[in-house]
């Protein structure tokens, strides 16, 4: 079933936006039922959250292809919806938008914004003898 572009890209920056709201709420998860699927891919970047029953999981993939007679490394971020077993039952196609999802997740997951509210308040102590910074 083909699923119209326009429809799918709402769908993703809703999706980002509600992982900036954090109503979505993305736990990195093991990436080894990804990588049974793709034994010689390297899986990275592993993450997934549950949404109304279903379940998203987004990863990065690099993998080799045939390009214009010779073999090179190619990279990609897959975005799918999987059940409960992680097995994938559907996966979105391929738009630029869903690597801005998966640098959201990755931003809201690793605490980087509260680290540099932190670092900003920060009191400058006086340099003094003992005080190491």
Same mark, same amino acid.
């Given at each position: ?47 997934? !959250?549950?949404? #109304? $029953?279903? *379940? ?12 214009? +007679?010779?073999? %090179? ?17 559907? !996966?979105?196609? #391929? $738009?630029? *938008? ?12 690793? +605490?980087?914004? %509260? ?19």
């Amino acid at each position: 079933m083909k699923v119209k572009r326009d429809k799918i890209i709402e769908a993703i920056a809703k999706i980002i936006e509600l992982t900036r709201a954090n109503i979505l709420r993305w736990n990195a998860v093991n990436s080894s039922a990804v990588k049974e699927k793709n034994s010689n891919d390297i899986i990275s970047s592993v993450f997934s !959250t549950p949404y #109304k $029953e279903k *379940i998203l999981r987004i990863f990065k993939r690099k993998y080799l292809s045939h390009y214009q +007679g010779s073999i %090179d490394w190619f990279e990609e971020v897959v975005l799918e919806i999987v059940d409960d077993n992680g097995n994938s039952l559907w !996966t979105f196609p #391929k $738009e630029a *938008i869903i690597n801005d999802l998966l640098q959201t997740i990755q931003f809201k997951i690793s +605490g980087a914004d %509260d680290l540099m509210n932190s670092l900003l308040n920060e009191q400058h102590l006086e340099s003094q003898p003992g005080n190491y910074i």
